[in-house]
């Protein structure tokens, strides 16, 4: 069973950056998607990047557009989520998550999933 552990988290002014990274223990990383996910109090957990097993054509939908970069180095298990131009709303817990095969919009799909790190936005 794949273990995800993220770090990076913090508190930053807005309009700051942050990078995010997920270290995965699984041995054959090279064949699972990864996703980065948020959660806000009182609200949905929401998807922000995604990316296929290989590095391909990262997917962001609407509310990582513009401000996150996904990327991933194979050889270190590691996935990274960069956030730049931060807003307040940008406030949550972000979790990684991964499943074999394709990146899924589908958050059900998602087979593990890390324990989550805070990222809070404010002046």
């Known amino acids: 069973q794949g273990q995800l552990a993220e770090s990076g988290g913090g508190l930053v002014q807005p309009g700051g950056s942050l990078r995010l990274s997920c270290a995965a223990s699984e041995f054959s990383f090279w064949r699972y998607a990864m996703s980065w996910y948020r959660q806000s109090p009182g609200k949905e957990r929401e998807a922000v990047a995604r990316?296929?097993?290989?590095?391909?054509?990262?997917e962001y939908p609407d509310s990582g557009k513009g401000r996150f970069t996904i990327s991933r180095d194979n050889g270190k298990n590691m996935v990274y989520l960069q956030m730049n131009s931060l807003p307040p709303e940008a406030t949550a817990v972000y979790y990684c998550?991964?499943?074999?095969?394709?990146?899924?919009?589908?958050?059900?799909?998602?087979?593990?999933w890390g324990q989550g790190t805070q990222v809070t936005v404010s002046a």
């Open positions: 990316l296929s097993s290989t590095g391909g054509t990262p």
């Open positions: 998550a991964q499943r074999v095969g394709f990146p899924s919009r589908q958050t059900s799909a998602y087979d593990y």
